[in-house]
């Protein structure tokens, strides 16, 4: 105990007996204020580890916000243009959006008629998908308001009129249906913004398709975070060995990844309220060097 009190260096002492009822044990070792004192020396190590790595988190520590942006980016312009306040956006108006922050999104067409799925389907590219359009389509899917791997003028015609009757059949509003490329190959990851009652905007990125409500892999941050920290978030998902290629696949395009997440970052802190929710379900994240689209 003399010695702890004359340095300022961090003293631990490990007390082996089993009774603790000893007079040194309970007045000298539990009285000083400058000893930490441990029954086991697993204990200790482990407390001297947590000691330690505290001291080196605080050192090297820089509060994010010291890196936020001050003041709006042109995008932020672009994007005050598309947003309808207390409105949902349409997936085509949605991609617009992303578009304005720089993120890449499949080629494709907003289309009115049969005959303008057709001509749009040859500059998009066979095989095409097609999709119902309107802002308040949510789930396409359930509803048969979705066609893959469209390789044909036929095959387009007939799909824009059955994706109409069903639409209409639902009492579904559309602006539209869309001719969209097919990006049959690469890992569907998903990136989002939410918002939360204490902390504000959220930025989660996660495993996606289908795999969003069945495995439920997702890494949470609040915005303002640098790349390290959008790439913590990749590192703490279960299902990462994805990402890095399993069973023979090339590994993927991270670094695509990681800057998709900071720009909808930005797009959160720029945006606010007017923000309340974004889902981006597929990002499909192609090979190395690819980009995520």
Not at 93 to 112: D, F, H, M, N, S
Not at 211 to 218: F, K, M, P, R, Y
């Given at each position: 105990a003399d010695a702890a009190e004359a340095t300022d260096k961090l003293v631990c002492v490990v007390w082996g007996s089993p009774v603790g009822t000893e007079d040194a044990y309970r007045t000298t070792l539990l009285g000083s204020s400058r000893l930490a004192t441990f029954r086991t020396a697993r204990n200790c190590v482990t407390a001297v580890k947590a000691y330690l790595d505290h001291h080196r988190f605080t050192d090297r520590y820089r509060s994010p916000f010291e890196d936020a942006p001050r003041t709006p980016?042109?995008?932020?312009?672009?994007?005050?243009?598309?947003?309808?306040?207390?409105?949902?956006?349409?997936?085509?108006?949605?991609?617009?959006?992303?578009?304005?922050?720089?993120?890449?999104?499949?080629?494709?067409?907003?289309?009115?008629?049969?005959?303008?799925?057709?001509?749009?389907?040859?500059?998009?590219?066979?095989?095409?998908?097609?999709?119902?359009?309107?802002?308040?389509?949510?789930?396409?899917?359930?509803?048969?308001?979705?066609?893959?791997?469209?390789?044909?003028?036929?095959?387009?015609r007939d799909a824009y009129r059955e994706l109409t009757d069903i639409a209409r059949y639902e009492s579904v509003d559309l602006d539209g249906i869309l001719v969209c490329q097919m990006i049959d190959r690469g890992?569907?990851?998903?990136?989002?913004?939410?918002?939360?009652?204490?902390?504000?905007?959220?930025?989660?990125?996660?495993?996606?398709?289908?795999?969003?409500?069945?495995?439920?892999?997702?890494?949470?941050?609040?915005?303002?975070f640098g790349e390290r920290d959008a790439r913590n978030m990749l590192g703490e998902l279960r299902g990462r060995a994805l990402l890095e290629g399993v069973r023979g696949g090339a590994p993927v395009d991270v670094d695509a990844l990681v800057e998709v997440v900071l720009r909808v970052q930005r797009m959160a802190l720029e945006l606010g309220d007017d923000l309340t929710e974004l889902d981006i379900n597929p990002l499909v994240v192609l090979g190395r060097g690819q980009g995520a689209v």
């Open positions: 980016s042109p995008s932020f312009r672009k994007a005050q243009g598309l947003l309808r306040p207390g409105q949902r956006l349409s997936e085509h108006a949605a991609k617009q959006l992303l578009r304005a922050y720089g993120i890449r999104v499949p080629r494709e067409q907003l289309v009115t008629s049969a005959a303008g799925a057709v001509r749009a389907a040859g500059p998009v590219g066979y095989p095409v998908v097609m999709k119902a359009s309107g802002p308040r389509l949510a789930h396409k899917t359930e509803l048969g308001l979705v066609k893959v791997g469209l390789t044909s003028a036929s095959q387009v890992v569907e990851m998903m990136v989002g913004v939410t918002h939360d009652a204490l902390f504000g905007p959220t930025v989660t990125v996660g495993l996606g398709g289908v795999l969003v409500e069945v495995l439920h892999d997702a890494a949470v941050r609040v915005p303002p």
